[in-house]
Nanobody
Framework: VQLQASGGGLVQPGGSLRLSCAVSGHTFDDSAIGWFRQAPGKEREGVSCINYNDDRGHYLDSVKGRFTVSRDNAKNTVYLQMNNLDPEDTAVYYC????????????????????????WGRGTQVTVSS
């Protein structure tokens, strides 16, 4: 599976951006897409995820209420709407794919998303600054 994240840019604090993750290749009905970010000097962290058959998003606590993940299966695209952005959100954002998200899949306790993802796309830079 190939993924390409886009939509990043420079935005002022309090502003909004919508990231897109275009997915190509064969995907499974119980697959999931995750969003991750890595800020300079920091470890990569999971931000959000959504599975193929469920509209319910999962989020890192610090983005709950500000970020919304959604998907358009017809367009093979997953979105991350980011509102009320803060300078702490500055990072390179990546999307990733995992074949199967099942009942016994090990999850990241910070997001509730699968801990391991199989395929990764190139990131898109998000900079929040005045």
């Amino acid at each position: 599976v190939q993924l390409q994240a886009s939509g990043g840019g420079l935005v002022q604090p309090g502003g909004s951006l919508r990231l897109s993750c275009a997915v190509s290749g064969h995907t499974f009905d119980d697959s999931a897409i995750g969003w991750f970010r890595q800020a300079p000097g920091k470890e990569r962290e999971g931000v959000s995820c959504i599975n193929y058959n469920d509209d319910r998003g999962h989020y890192l606590d610090s983005v709950k209420g500000r970020f919304t993940v959604s998907r358009d299966n017809a367009k093979n695209t997953v979105y991350l709407q980011m509102n009320n952005l803060d300078p702490e959100d500055t990072a390179v954002y990546y999307c990733a794919y995992v074949d199967h998200w099942e009942v016994d899949t090990i999850v990241d306790v910070t997001t509730g998303c699968p801990y391991v993802f199989d395929d990764w796309g190139r990131g898109t830079q998000v900079t929040v600054s005045s």
